[in-house]
Structures are given as structure tokens and as C-alpha cells.
């Protein structure tokens, strides 16, 4: 997945509120992690319970009352989940990021089994996925966008590519730092949590130097096994919720442009143009 782009102040859209956080590396003799998000700079408690053997991570969320943010007018990134760095060099032997077109990209992937998660193939599969990310670089990819079939997933997003953005841009969006040590999830199961949702451009690093509008719900909660193949939940919201539904989507055949709103689609160079008559407006709705 790719990070998302400056929007002129016309196109800023009411923001997500979202303070959010994740968790430390997980082994698997920690048994229960609660992760809590201060407003700004997070605050983890962690609560180790033998009798329990899930780990639920929380991206809790706060309303600061945020309004519209005067976005910079910058050059076009190359993508919407970015962490907006450079593109790391002297990366070898790592597998291309799949186009759109190729079947893998259009088709479900299965399930990992159980007994397959602790193999050397699926941990190798999971290390390759962080540094193709990483690589990138981006905050989010999906194991069929290496060109594998499985329902995996991985999500990082840092300080340093927070830092790359606009502190008006990050404000607005309440876009904080959740690292990826607890976001390798196995089989992720989606569900929605309430019906509020929201209007924002997306893009993906295998439809790469386009953008499209996509509505994605506010909150959401992900079941699934971590790598170790033990249970984890994560509740999210705002922005670690849109990466979420958008990486679950890959999992399902379903790239972002199946979802979109058609009239927006436009190339990364037309982004900062104004939405054609009769498009909804950015945000939430």
C-alpha cells in the first residue's frame, strides 16, 4: 500500500480523527499485550496473562477537533500508502511488486494453513514482504502483490515517514506511528464496526501513478493469526482502519480501482485538480 497525498486546501477533507498506536514484537510466550495511544507520543501499558493466548491490539482513536488543514502543494508522491522517503537502494534478490493485470492480483488467495506458519517458506515469505515494503517504500502490502497466493498481510508505518509529510497534513489526519512488529496478520478476517465512513484518494504500489477516491469505513476490527500462529484482534480506526480494508481487499481479488469512484480516477500529476461536478466531497460522510 502507498501513502496518502498532499491535498490543496479546496480538496481537504473534514479529517479522521485518530490517535493510534500498536505493539511491540510478540514471541510466542507473550500471552496478552493492550497497547493505549496518548495523544501524542504513545503510552503502552503491557499486560502479560498466562490463562489468555490472544493478543487484541487497540488503535484507539480521540476527536481534537480538527478542521480543514492547508495541505502543501509539494511535487506528486509516487504513492498513496508511502511513507514518503526516498526509494531504498541496494536491495537484491528481493521478489518485484506484481502489476495490476496479473491473475494473482485479480483472483482470491487462500488461506494459510495452520501447520504451514511456523515453516521456513511462510516465515521467508513474511521477511521478504517487510523488505519489498520497506523498499519501497510503503506502510502496507498484501503477500499476492509479491506474486503468493496466501492471505498475509503487513503494515508499518514510522516516524521518519510521518516526518516526510506536511506536520499540517499528519494534524489532520492524526496520523501517528504503529510499528510492525504486531502487524504480520495470517488469514485476517475483516468486519466493520459501526456505519460511519469516509472519502479519501487512494492509490497502490501494483496501480502505480494513479489515484481514485475510495470509501472506506471509520472503524474497523481484523481477526487473524500473527506470525507465530497465535490468535491477535485488531481494532482500528481512521487511517490504520483504511489500511486495513485496503490490503484485506488484495487478500479478495479486489484492487482499490474496483472500488472507486470512477469520475475521480486521475493520474498522480492531475491529483491537486478540483473534483468534477456531481463527485461527492472528501471526507467524512
Known amino acids: 500500500m502507498e501513502g496518502i497525498r498532499q491535498l490543496p486546501h479546496h480538496l481537504s477533507p473534514p479529517p479522521l480523527t485518530g490517535k493510534c498506536s500498536t505493539l511491540g514484537k510478540t514471541s510466542p510466550s507473550h500471552q496478552s499485550i493492550r497497547v493505549v495511544q496518548s495523544q501524542y507520543k504513545p503510552i503502552a501499558k503491557l499486560e502479560f496473562s498466562p490463562s489468555k493466548s490472544a493478543i487484541k491490539v487497540h488503535f484507539l482513536t480521540k476527536n481534537k477537533g480538527l478542521g480543514h488543514s492547508s495541505f502543501s502543494s509539494g511535487p506528486p508522491r509516487a504513492g498513496w500508502f508511502l511513507g514518503l522517503g526516498e526509494k531504498k537502494k541496494n536491495i537484491t534478490e528481493l521478489p518485484e511488486i506484481v502489476k495490476a ?106 496501480v502505480d501513478g494513479f489515484r481514485g477516491m475510495v470509501e472506506r469505513f471509520l472503524e474497523v476490527e481484523v481477526t487473524g493469526l500473527d506470525r507465530y500462529g497465535q490468535p491477535i484482534t485488531v481494532v482500528a480506526s481512521g487511517w490504520q482502519a483504511r489500511i486495513l480494508q485496503h490490503e484485506c481487499d488484495h487478500l479478495e481479488g479486489t484492487l482499490y480501482v474496483d472500488k472507486m469512484i470512477k469520475r475521480t480516477f486521475r493520474t498522480v500529476e492531475n491529483l491537486q485538480l478540483p473534483l468534477a461536478n456531481g463527485c461527492p466531497k472528501l471526507g467524512v460522510r
Open 101 to 206: 493485470g496479473d491473475p494473482v492480483l485479480h483472483e482470491p488467495a487462500r488461506e494459510v494453513r495452520p501447520d504451514e506458519i511456523g515453516s521456513e517458506r511462510i516465515q521467508k515469505i513474511i521477511d521478504d514482504m517487510v523488505k519489498v515494503m520497506r523498499a519501497a517504500p510503503g506502510v502496507g502490502l498484501a503477500a499476492p502483490q509479491i506474486g503468493v497466493p496466501l492471505k498475509i498481510i503487513v503494515l508499518e508505518d514510522t516516524e521518519e515517514y510521518i516526518g516526510y509529510a506536511p506536520k499540517e497534513e499528519t494534524k489532520a489526519q492524526n496520523r501517528q506511528p504503529f510499528d510492525l512488529l504486531a502487524s504480520v496478520i495470517i488469514n485476517p478476517n475483516l468486519q466493520k464496526k459501526g456505519n460511519k465512513s469516509a472519502l479519501f484518494f487512494e492509490g497502490c504500489l501494483s
